[in-house]
Structures are given as C-alpha cells and as structure tokens.
C-alpha cells in the first residue's frame, strides 16, 4: 500500500513538474522596464512613420474591407488557413475599438514580441517573426503615424478556428521552434544599399512569409526561403524570387517592377503583390533599388512542388 502511495505522489509530483515546464516555456515574452528605450510616446518622425507603414504593407490586411480609403483600419479582411480563418483586427485609433489607447510600447511589444498589450500571444499569421527584426526607432515613428490616422468603430468577427488551435498558450511553442527576436545586424561583407535592402525586405516588407513554402506547423521551410510557396488556401503559388525565377531580370528592373508593377516581359503583377507594389511604390527610388539589389544577391533555390 505504501508503495502505491509513494508510485501515486511521484506520478503526480512529475505530472505537476511537466505542467510547470511546459507553462513556463510557453509563456508570452514581453519587453522588460527600460528595454526599447527608443520607443516613446513622444518624438516620433510621422512623415517618417508613413514611409514604414507602406513598406509594412500595413494597409492591406488592415483597410476595411468594402472601401476604398486605405487608411480607415478598422480590420475584418478574413484570411484563410489550413487552421481555421483568421480576421485582421481593427488597429484604427478608436479607442474601444482600435488601438487608440495603446502606448508605443504595446506596439513595440506587438510587432517585436508578437504579444499584446493583455498578455497573450498573437497567432503567428501576424507577421511578427518578420517585424521582430525592426528598429526601436521605425517602431516609435510608426505609432506617430497611426496616431494621425481616423478612429473607425466596430470591431471585426471573431477567428474561426480549429479548436485545438483556438488555445492560444499553444502558440509559444510555435515561437520555440521558429520565432527569433531581436534586430539584424549589418553585414560588413556587403555595403550600405545591400543592408538597407536586406533590412526592408525581411523586416518590413516581410517579403519571405510569402515567397516561402511553410511546413505542417506553419514555420517556414529554410531550404525554400525566397523560392516560393503555396498560398494558405492551396489555391494558388507564390513564385521564387530566387535567381532560379529572376535570373535574367537586372537590378533596374526589379526596381521599376516594385514601382508599376509591370514586369520585364511586358506582363503585371497581380492577387497580392499589386498591393504590395502600391505600398512600395510610396518609397524613395533608393529604398526599391536596395530591396533589388538584396533580391538578385539571393542564392538560387529551385521552385518546390506545390
């Protein structure tokens, strides 16, 4: 009987120790008191803030859909998955509705953490293992910006997911295997319009959490980064950006792609990616030309299977 006892208690003791380790493995991450100094609420360049909103293509997910103002963020667009259906939220200035009382540390913890201001974890279809990698500075300048823009009451559907995707602690295991935060640092083998492209490319535009095929948990493939992907739906394909697909196409005219949308073969660009070049083409002409020049330095990776 004592052994029982004793079997029973060790059971439970490491029931309870594999209960622990799992929530503190899975707990949300956010910025400590006095980390990001640089993001204030005060300070921030708006003309600037624009400049990363467009290249954040952050009006695309977020517009009302049904309208044509690009900047009445009052969220709803359904985006589908194999786990459910996701709504982009409200991120207007209401304050009920929006994110109108948000401090500039919520939004640096939201786009570098992937955590919101209560708490939990964002689902990772919110870029946020790409926007990790902003500025402190690009941050503040962006909650400049979306201070200048209409409040819009309403807040969209909720998501309507699988329910075992619906517990939201589950996705910092997700965050384990895939998500590293922090800045890129610039690269000394390359020059200044390299790393500026570099950094306008996998931070704010993002462009690899499309270009990308994506395994059973959501994560991208390494070995496909830049080569393409099946768009969440299976619907359609993202192509390879890689020189497998681009290989003749100059650094001019990757440029003046992501300015008309029009593409070296006489043809445009379309779905998605004409949203995309809308927001890039609100950029200095320097910005698009390091974003090519980061583009055609890619390696070549051949386009995967569907």
């Not at 009052?74 to 009920?96: C, K, Q, V």
């Not at 935060?181 to 996998?202: C, F, M, Q, T, V």
């Amino acid at each position: 009987m004592r052994r029982r006892f004793w079997l029973v208690s060790a059971v439970l003791v490491a029931s309870a120790a594999a209960a622990a380790g799992v929530w503190f493995i899975t707990a949300p991450e956010r910025f400590g008191s006095g980390e990001v100094d640089a993001v204030s609420d005060t300070g921030g360049d708006v003309e600037h803030g624009k400049l990363v909103f467009a290249a954040g293509d952050c009006a695309s997910c977020h517009a009302s859909p049904g309208q044509s103002d690009r900047l009445r963020l009052g969220g709803g667009l359904a985006l589908a998955s194999p786990y459910g259906s996701f709504r982009a939220p409200n991120i207007s200035t209401d304050r009920i509705d929006g994110i109108g009382n948000w401090t500039a540390k919520d939004l640096a913890n939201a786009l570098l953490r992937g955590v919101s201001p209560d708490g939990s974890h964002y689902y990772p279809v919110f870029p946020y293992a790409s926007f990790t990698h902003m500025r402190s500075e690009d941050v503040r300048d962006l909650m400049a910006y979306l201070r200048t823009l209409p409040a819009v009451k309403g807040r969209p559907p909720d998501h309507e997911l699988n329910p075992l995707f619906g517990i939201r602690r589950f996705v910092g295991f997700w965050k384990v295997l895939y998500f590293e935060p922090g800045p890129i640092a610039p690269d000394a083998a390359h020059d200044e319009k390299w790393n500026r492209g570099r950094y306008l490319s996998e931070a704010l535009a993002h462009c690899a959490e499309c270009h990308s095929s994506r395994d059973m948990f959501g994560g991208i493939r390494s070995s496909t980064r830049y080569a393409g992907g099946q768009d969440p739906v299976g619907t359609g394909f993202y192509p390879n950006i890689t020189a497998a697909r681009l290989g003749d196409w100059s650094e001019a005219q990757l440029a003046d792609m992501l300015k008309t949308g029009i593409t070296p073969n006489h043809g445009r660009v379309g779905s998605s990616m004409a949203d995309v070049v809308t927001n890039l083409a609100m950029l200095p002409e320097s910005d698009r030309q390091a974003i090519a020049a980061f583009v055609k330095s890619l390696p070549t990776r051949p386009t995967p299977n569907p």
